[in-house]
C-alpha cells in the first residue's frame, strides 16, 4: 500500500461527458502528480502540483484541468470526453516535488469512454 | 529535452535465469534515473534510483542497475529471476529542463517480463 488512494477505481461513461478523479496523497507529501497510461502512448505525464501551486504541465489537453486543494488532495477533471481518453489515470505523490526522491503512485482510476 | 528508450517491449526468461532489462536515455544535462515496477492491477513501485555517486545502484528484490554514461544507458539486472518477478518494468528520468528538476518523471514505455517455470 502507498499510501496514495484514488477514487474511483472504475468509471464508464459516453463519450461528451464530464468526470472527475479524486487524489489524495500520502500523508506528508506535498506534490501531486498525475500521468495517463495507455497502450499506444504509454505512461505520459499531465501535470504536476506542489502544495497548492501548478508546478510542471506536461501533455494535458485543454479539455482537461487540475487542481489541489488546501488539504492537499487533487482532482483531475476530464471533459468532452472523446474515446481516445480511455486509459488508466495514475496520480503519485511526492514529499519534495523536486525530483530527486520517489514517487509513490496509486493504483489508478481506468477510464472507459463508450 | 530529456527521453527514454526501452529495448524490448516484451522479454521472457527461465526462472533462475538472468534477467536484464535495457534501458537507454537521452539529457543534456545530468541525469537522475529511476526504475519502477508494475504489478497487474497496482500502481508503480520504486525498485532503484541514481541521483549522483556510485554509479551501480542496488534495490528492491535483488535487482541492481548501472550508469554507464558513456553510453547513455541505465540497464536493469537481476542474477536468478524469480515467478514473483513477473511484472512491467519502467525506466524513468527525471525532467530536468533547464538544469534543475521539474519533479516529474518521463517514463519509457515498460518491458513486460515474462518467468517461465
Known amino acids: 500500500d502507498s499510501g496514495v488512494t484514488q477514487t474511483p477505481k472504475h468509471l464508464i461513461t459516453a463519450t461528451g461527458q464530464r468526470v472527475t478523479l479524486r487524489c489524495s496523497p500520502r500523508?506528508?507529501?506535498?506534490?501531486v502528480y498525475w500521468y495517463q497510461q495507455s497502450l499506444d502512448q504509454g505512461l505520459q505525464f499531465l501535470i504536476q502540483?506542489?502544495?497548492?501551486?501548478?508546478?510542471a504541465k506536461g501533455n494535458i489537453l485543454e479539455r482537461f484541468s487540475a487542481q489541489q486543494f488546501p488539504d492537499l488532495h487533487s482532482e483531475l477533471n476530464l471533459s468532452s470526453l472523446e474515446l481516445g481518453d480511455s486509459a488508466l489515470y495514475f496520480c503519485?505523490?511526492?514529499?519534495?516535488?523536486?525530483?530527486?526522491?520517489?514517487?509513490?503512485f496509486g493504483e489508478g482510476s481506468r477510464l472507459t469512454v463508450l | 529535452a530529456q527521453s527514454v528508450t526501452q529495448l524490448g517491449s516484451h522479454v521472457s526468461v527461465s526462472e533462475g535465469a538472468l534477467v536484464l532489462l535495457r534501458c537507454n536515455y537521452s539529457?543534456?544535462?545530468?541525469?537522475?534515473l529511476f526504475w519502477y515496477v508494475q504489478y497487474p492491477n497496482q500502481g508503480l513501485q520504486l525498485l532503484l534510483k541514481?541521483?549522483?555517486?556510485?554509479?551501480l545502484v542496488k534495490g528492491i528484490n535483488g535487482f541492481e542497475a548501472e550508469f554507464k554514461k558513456s553510453e547513455t544507458s541505465f540497464h536493469l539486472t537481476k542474477p536468478s529471476a524469480h515467478m514473483s518477478d513477473a511484472a512491467e518494468y519502467f525506466c524513468?528520468?527525471?525532467?530536468?529542463?533547464?538544469?534543475?528538476?521539474?519533479?516529474?518523471?518521463?517514463f519509457g514505455k515498460g518491458t513486460k517480463l515474462s518467468v517461465k517455470p
Open positions: 503519485a505523490s511526492s514529499l519534495t516535488g523536486d525530483g530527486f526522491g520517489e514517487l509513490f
Open positions: 500523508s506528508g507529501d506535498l506534490s
Open positions: 502540483y506542489y502544495n497548492g501551486e501548478e508546478r
Open positions: 539529457s543534456s544535462v545530468p541525469p537522475y
Open positions: 541514481y541521483t549522483t555517486g556510485a554509479t
Open positions: 524513468a528520468v527525471s525532467d530536468r529542463r533547464g538544469g534543475g528538476s521539474q519533479g516529474n518523471l518521463i
